[in-house]
C-alpha cells in the first residue's frame, strides 16, 4: 500500500515570497490533516479535512496560510507571504476513520524562509 | 484541548523492557489513547491506541489505567532503532476525531 507523499521535499525562500505544499494522501482515506512542526516542538494542527470539506482550521492564520482539498483527494497548502518563523517541517497526514483509528503521516516537507 | 503530559527524556538498555509513562487526567468517555513516535528526519510513526482495555500489537503494549486518566507505553525489548521521540496523544471524539500533540518523550537506548 502505497504511503502518503508530499512535495517538496525541501523548499527554500526569501521572507515575503510564496511557497505550496502538496499532499496525497493513501487512496480512500477520507480525513486530510495538516500539521506544522518546528525545530524542536511537537507537530501543531493547521487544518483538517473530511472529504473536501473542513472540519476545523482554527489554528490555521488564515491572513497567510491557505489550504485546500478540490475533489476530496489531493490537498494543497499555500503560504504567502511567508515570514521566518513559518520555517518549519509540514506534515500531511490521512486516516480512513474521522473519529478513533491510526493516522498515517507523510514524510514532510521542510521549509527554509531567509 | 485534552492534554497529555510525559517526561520530557527516558533513557533504556538495549534488549531491556521499557516503560513509557503518560497522563491524560481530563481525557472524557469517547476520547482514544494514541502513541505515535517520531524518529529524525521522518514523518510521526503509529505506534499503538486503544480506549479502555490494554492492547497489544507487534510493536508494543498498552496498559491504560482503570480510570483512563494514565496509560503507559511497553516495549518489550529496546533496540537501538527504537532509539525516538514518543508521543501520547488523545484523539478527541467530540472535536472531529483531532489529534493534538505534546512534547512528548526522547526516548533514548543504550548499546
Known amino acids: 500500500e502505497a504511503g502518503v507523499a508530499q512535495s517538496p521535499r525541501y523548499k527554500i525562500i526569501e521572507k515575503r515570497q510564496s511557497v505550496a505544499f502538496w499532499c496525497n494522501p493513501i487512496?480512500?482515506?477520507?480525513?486530510l490533516y495538516w500539521y506544522q512542526q518546528i525545530l524542536g516542538q511537537g507537530p501543531k494542527l493547521l487544518i483538517q479535512?473530511?472529504?473536501?470539506?473542513?472540519?476545523?482550521d482554527s489554528q490555521l492564520p488564515k491572513d497567510r496560510f491557505s489550504a485546500e482539498r478540490l475533489k476530496g483527494v489531493d490537498s494543497t497548502l499555500k503560504i504567502q507571504p511567508a515570514k521566518l518563523e513559518d520555517s518549519a517541517v509540514y506534515l500531511c497526514?490521512?486516516?480512513?476513520?474521522?473519529?478513533?483509528?491510526?493516522?498515517?503521516f507523510g514524510e514532510g516537507s521542510r521549509l527554509t524562509v531567509l | 484541548d485534552a492534554k497529555t503530559t510525559q517526561p520530557n527524556s527516558m533513557e533504556s538498555n538495549e534488549e531491556e523492557p521499557v516503560h513509557l509513562p503518560c497522563n491524560h487526567s481530563?481525557?472524557?468517555?469517547?476520547?482514544?489513547i494514541h502513541w505515535y513516535r517520531q524518529l529524525p528526519s521522518q514523518g510521526p510513526e503509529y505506534v499503538i491506541h486503544?480506549?479502555?482495555s490494554n492492547v497489544n500489537n507487534r510493536m508494543a503494549s498498552l496498559a491504560i489505567a482503570e480510570d483512563r486518566k494514565s496509560s503507559t507505553l511497553i516495549l518489550h525489548r529496546a533496540t537501538l532503532r527504537d532509539a525516538a521521540v514518543y508521543y501520547c496523544?488523545?484523539?478527541?471524539?467530540?472535536?472531529?476525531?483531532?489529534?493534538?500533540f505534546g512534547q512528548g518523550t526522547e526516548l533514548s537506548v543504550k548499546p
Open positions: 497526514a490521512s486516516s480512513p476513520d474521522t473519529h478513533t483509528g491510526e493516522l498515517f
Open positions: 487512496s480512500g482515506h477520507a480525513t
Open positions: 479535512f473530511q472529504n473536501n470539506g473542513v472540519v476545523d
Open positions: 481530563t481525557i472524557s468517555g469517547t476520547d482514544y
Open positions: 486503544g480506549l479502555t
Open positions: 496523544i488523545l484523539r478527541i471524539y467530540n472535536q472531529g476525531g483531532k489529534l493534538i
